[in-house]
């Protein structure tokens, strides 16, 4: 059964990212706190990545995202990571929820996955 609380598809973005200055101090990485991300879904309520490092649960990392259709800005966007599982082939895949995501960037991405979801059935929705 879905149980996301939105539609997503897949993407391949760029995603720049920068550890939150609240998490600095208690979380770095060896690249420092900027670094890139490869986004492979998005959607209304967040953003799927592959990352080379493991990212915590609950670290927060200020994003820009580029390449979005019917969006020329860079969208910059809080996230939270809310898993992140070591995938053998490729990385870590991470998932991210958007905080406080500007209404013009949901619109956006939600008319880029209204556009290209390809479900044939709609999604069964649970009570927020």
Known sequence: METRSSSRIEVKLKVVCRIHENFCQQFG???GDVFELAAVDISEAGIGVISKY?????????LEITGIPFNEEVMKIAGEIRYCIFKK?????????FLDIKEEYRKNIAKLVQTFEQ??????????
């Open 89 to 97: 082939n490729s990385g870590y895949r991470c998932g991210i929820k």
């Open 119 to 128: 479900r044939k059935f709609p999604r069964i929705r649970l009570s927020d």
């Open 54 to 62: 493991f990212l915590p649960k609950g670290l927060i990392l200020n």
């Open 29 to 31: 990485l060896v690249c």
